[in-house]
């Protein structure tokens, strides 16, 4: 089973002019890029996730702010991750359940590799665990 890695986006510029850092499918990501959405406005008192994909795997970089992620297999592996930098993503395999909480004004931005569909998505924790 793929395990959830950072992958480090290269940062192009300096301090005096500001910065670039480059998404690519099959360069720095590992996965043909087929969907784009972004999180805001998100109170810090709100846990997004709480579910897990089938199919899906992304890649979540903060664009601004700080992002804490739980990351859990169905072995009931835990993998914790700050993002807090721009230049940093991290790929979510298939079958991770995952909780996310937001400092306040944090933008994210998600790279999906497929289209929108809400049968991909488990938001049942026990049938997460169970469904083979
Ligand atoms: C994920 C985390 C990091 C759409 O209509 N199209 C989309 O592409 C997305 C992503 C969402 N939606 C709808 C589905 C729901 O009615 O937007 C609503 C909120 O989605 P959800 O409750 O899934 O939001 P999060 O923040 O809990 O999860 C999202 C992604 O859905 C999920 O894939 O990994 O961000």
Redesign the pocket.
Known sequence: MQEPFLIELQKIGEKEIGYISVAQSFSNIPFEIK?I?W?YK?PETVE????A?KN?V?V?VCLSGKISITLENRQRKVFDFILDNPNQGLF?PNYYW?K?TFEKDTI?I?L?SSD?D?ED?MRNYNDFLTIK
């Open positions: 969907r959405y999180i998100t997004r996730g709480n579910h994909h899906t992304q979540l979510i995952r996310l994210s998600c999906a929108f809400e998505y």
